[in-house]
């Protein structure tokens, strides 16, 4: 996964978070487990990314266009199948930690949605 991929899975996961209303632990626990195995290969420091990734997902939250606008930028990232299935497997994963709400099955479709016609 390229650097600019991880940024965009990042700000994905951190959005997808708001989808429900509701950050339980195990979400958290995942999303942690997410950001060490994909790793960080920028000299812009990683917490200092999170925590920005975190209010930005706060702020698309607040109205559904911006958050979908905000979503389809971030899955622009993903333009390859293998790196598309990656994004919705880690998203996945985090949505159905606590049990699926409706709002989060609607979220994981716009997603599904977002992601560009892959190259391969």
Not at 77 to 98: H, M, P, R, Y
Not at 100 to 114: C, I, K, M
């Amino acid at each position: 996964m390229t650097q600019s991929e991880r940024e965009a899975l990042f700000d994905l996961l951190t959005l997808s978070l708001y989808a429900d209303a509701h950050i339980s632990l195990k979400e958290e626990h995942l999303m942690e487990s997410a950001f060490i195995a994909e790793g960080w290969e920028s000299k812009y420091p990683k917490s200092l990314f999170i925590d920005e990734s975190f209010a930005r997902a706060r702020e698309m939250s607040e109205n559904e266009e911006t958050m979908i606008d905000y979503m389809n930028d971030r899955a622009q990232a993903f333009k390859t199948k293998t790196s598309q299935k990656e994004v919705l497997g880690v998203v996945k994963n985090i949505l159905k930690s606590d049990g699926e709400s409706p709002t989060e099955n609607e979220f994981y479709s716009l997603l599904v949605q977002a992601l560009p016609k892959p190259v391969k």
